[in-house]
């Protein structure tokens, strides 16, 4: 029987004596109404990306509304804003010279450059006409039974912005982008990985490997010896099949260096994991047969861990030398670069060169516990080591990228229980703190060396506002105040040219649109730029969800969140309460600006559900250290009243919301909350949908399950380090499972390994309970391309549990498939 979708009202009686309840069945057309594909033809750019120029501070972008692209060039200082090109014109002039209709409004330009003289804008096209493939004759080397031989013809343009001309150049075939090159700064040397081993060659012997990689006379000089498997110079093939493994296993492997700037010497680290215990998925619809995937996954507690070294190579003495920088017990060492300036950021080769300069180079050493921190410079000349800086705490500590200026250091650090800016001497003599007060400070974003100016990124200062939106500030690195330079009550997204002159920053809300301004290095506003076009999105309907303040459950914290409600909303109606939920710590599912992400929120609300997302007690980092260290400790169970306080207070505060139907849902970390929330508040949550839960954190990766719940490190009488990992599972409390639980996962994850989710399904059968398990074939962590199917599931289980709606849908997903254009 075909199902009857729409607001078609039906009653029925539950039991003899019993009201009649009105049951309303699920609106499938709404929520179709807003899939990935319709909404790429209602959404544009929604942000301007700037590309800075070299010798000036113009920039150039491109723009996509619902009349096609324009493409801008801006001057800052004149205050102008142009087309770079006329479209039409273009449009015109290229349909002449390939012979093919194009016109303005419908312009694709692929790999489009600015040029060096800023003149000169090139382009490629592609045309109707086939023509032999120019790799024709090294396809049917490799493959004598290939038939494909042709291909679309490319043209390449020259397009001069001053003369408004055309000019055809020769389309050269695109350079291979060799992964495995790590390119020195000049370009004379690169590096890679081999067989386990390290290894360089010359510019001339790489341009070869441009050509063919497999030429014969390639020069390769060979650094090491004592590489292997697990132990390896580069990095290993994780993500292929143990098939895909031994095929590749004599390729070239790229290899994380950073050099020097004179590109004579350059360091890495390297990873011992050889003792480290492995893991494996199997692809399962591999064809002809199913393959196994082993791969290294070190587990909280566990004795066997990773061991990294610190390794600096010289091509003045041709000496690799292991650095002496053994601190803690399975330390972690964290190597910094510097950071391309913005104006490159278009350029095809940007070299990792590390932070320092020829004689030294900075790097942070961490425990395993992660309650301790060097900041450590090693002194090239006299081969030692320097801690600049320590940091201590009895909870895990965070930290961000050094900043070196010159003869100062700029450390980011929440010693005082904020996250803040502090000013160091090269010699680690502390200066003075740059910023402080309860407001947390995300980063730097520039430094105005020659002005001693810092601009960095910080929330919560601005009285009166969702202490979640971001700002741009500045302060002077010789103390004094602080200057906001971004004003409004908005979360702002900025990108500032290289001479920290000119800032390009996109504001929104989750309910307002998203505008584009340029302002200057004070904050003052130069001009206007955009506003995105969400004029179709607004036709098929769609409305601004509504952000909300509640109390957590201490009744004192102040949280935040946001509520999605159906287009067709009624306020005399009684509705379904739907939590997406993440727990934390390092991020809370709750979007501050406007944004794409409509599957758990926007578009599960038209089903005909009040959805919600919110913050919870040791959530998101970017509040007090108290506030981001909260479930330290407790980490199945530290967000989940505060979940049920939002359901209790916004029961009270909304009548049209039913408390008495409350379902949850989340993804990975929010798969274990949503399953934890059914088992610890039984009573309060009705339905969960559980995808890819890391339900046993005993069993997910080291670094975040030791860092988020604390692992206690022991000390012997004798002097022997262990370390001991404790946690509750959700497993345990299987046995409370009253309601309706979808657990779900892909069977190839090797990030949150299906085992979580099997030993939980493991649990509630040994209960004696019902409830659905959904594995999806093929599938990583994120569901990849049936990610869109799982969203049909989880709305058909919602709809049947927390609706009533228990008309059966038909097999045939017809909302997903007329996306699509059907085979014959």
Do not use: C
């Not at 989940?640 to 505060?653: C, H, M, S, W």
Request: aromatic share 12%.
């Amino acid at each position: 029987m075909q199902r009857i979708i729409g607001v078609i009202t039906l009653f029925f009686v539950l039991t003899v004596g019993q009201a009649q309840e009105q049951v309303y069945p699920g609106n499938y057309e709404l929520a179709g109404r807003f899939s990935p594909e319709k909404l790429r033809k209602m959404i544009f750019s929604t942000s301007v990306n700037p590309h800075w120029m070299k010798k000036s501070d113009r920039f150039w972008y491109e723009y996509e509304t619902s009349d096609g692209k324009n493409w801008y060039v801006v001057d800052p200082v004149r205050r102008t804003k142009s087309e770079l090109f006329d479209r039409d014109k273009l449009a015109a002039e290229i349909t002449k010279a390939v012979k093919d209709p194009f016109d303005g409004q419908h312009l694709k330009l692929d790999d489009l450059k600015l040029m060096e003289d800023e003149n000169t804008i090139r382009f490629k096209v592609k045309s109707t006409a086939d023509v032999l493939k120019s790799d024709w004759e090294e396809i049917k080397e490799k493959n004598k039974n290939a038939k494909d031989s042709l291909e679309k013809k490319v043209h390449t343009f020259l397009w001069n912005i001053s003369t408004q001309t055309l000019t055809e150049i020769e389309t050269e075939k695109d350079p291979k982008r060799l992964s495995w090159a790590n390119i020195a700064p000049d370009s004379s040397r690169i590096v890679y990985a081999k067989n386990h081993n390290l290894y360089w060659m010359d510019k001339e012997n790489f341009l070869k490997a441009v050509e063919d990689e497999k030429d014969s006379t390639i020069v390769e000089n060979q650094l090491t010896e004592d590489g292997e498997k697990d132990y390896e110079y580069g990095w290993g093939g994780r993500g292929d099949d143990n098939v895909e493994e031994e095929k590749k296993k004599d390729d070239r492997k790229r290899v994380g260096v950073l050099w020097s700037t004179d590109s004579k010497q350059f360091v890495l680290t390297r990873t011992d994991q050889r003792e480290v215990k492995d893991l494996w998925v199997i692809h399962n619809t591999r064809d002809p047969r199913p393959t196994l995937e082993t791969y290294k996954y070190a587990m909280p507690g566990e004795k066997e861990q990773p061991q990294t070294e610190l390794l600096h190579f010289s091509f003045d003495n041709m000496e690799l030398n292991k650095l002496p920088i053994s601190t803690f017990k399975d330390q972690t060492v964290s190597l910094w670069s510097t950071t391309p300036a913005a104006n490159t950021r278009d350029d095809d080769f940007r070299p990792a060169t590390w932070l320092g300069d020829l004689d030294e180079f900075y790097f942070a050493i961490t425990s395993r516990d992660l309650k301790r921190v060097d900041v450590v410079r090693w002194d090239i000349a006299n081969n030692e080591k320097e801690v600049v800086i320590e940091e201590r705490s009895n909870t895990y500590i965070d930290f961000t990228k050094l900043e070196l200026v010159g003869e100062d250091l700029i450390w980011w650090s929440e010693r005082d229980g904020w996250g803040h800016l502090y000013l160091y001497g090269k010699d680690g003599t502390m200066k003075r703190q740059l910023t402080s007060g309860p407001f947390h400070v995300g980063g730097v974003a520039r430094v105005d060396e020659r002005n001693r100016k810092v601009f960095f990124v910080a929330n919560g200062r601005e009285k009166d506002e969702d202490p979640y939106y971001e700002h741009l500030y500045s302060v002077s690195m010789d103390g004094g105040a602080i200057s906001l330079l971004n004003a409004g009550d908005f979360n702002h997204d900025i990108d500032i040219n290289d001479n920290a002159s000119f800032i390009v920053e996109t504001y929104s809300r989750v309910n307002t649109t998203p505008v584009s301004v340029l302002r200057d290095k004070n904050g003052n506003k130069v001009m206007d730029l955009e506003t995105a076009d969400l004029s179709q999105l607004f036709a098929a309907g769609y409305q601004f969800p509504e952000p909300f303040k509640f109390k957590a459950d201490d009744g004192i914290t102040d949280l935040y969140g946001v509520m999605y409600k159906p287009f067709d909303f009624d306020s005399t109606r009684k509705y379904p309460l739907v939590q997406y939920v993440y727990p934390g710590p390092q991020t809370e599912a709750v979007n501050k600006a406007f944004g794409r992400a409509f599957d758990r929120t926007d578009r599960l609300a038209q089903f005909g559900f009040v959805v919600v997302t919110l913050g919870n007690r040791g959530g998101h980092p970017a509040r007090s250290k108290w506030y981001h260290n909260y479930g330290y400790g407790n980490l199945r169970d530290y967000g989940l009243a505060d979940k049920k306080a939002a359901v209790d207070q916004l029961a009270d505060r909304f009548d049209f919301i039913d408390r008495n139907k409350v379902g949850i849902h989340g993804h990975s970390g929010g798969g274990f909350m949503s399953t934890a929330a059914m088992l610890v508040y039984p009573e309060v949550f009705k339905v969960a949908v559980s995808s890819a839960g890391n339900h046993e954190n005993n069993i997910y990766n080291r670094w975040w399950s030791e860092k988020h719940h604390g692992v206690q490190e022991r000390i012997s009488p004798k002097g022997d380090t262990t370390f001991v990992y404790q946690i509750e599972k959700n497993p345990d409390l299987a046995k409370n499972l009253k309601g309706h639980l979808m657990l779900s996962t892909g069977d190839v994850d090797n990030n949150v390994h299906p085992a979580g989710t099997i030993r939980m399904a493991e649990a509630l059968i040994k209960a004696g309970k019902r409830f659905e398990f959904v594995i999806l074939p093929g599938q990583r962590h994120g569901y990849g391309p049936m990610a869109e199917y799982f969203f049909w599931k989880m709305g058909d289980y919602f709809v049947r549990h927390l609706l009533g709606d228990n008309t059966p849908p038909p097999v045939d997903m017809v909302e997903m498939q007329r996306d699509k254009p059907q085979d014959k």
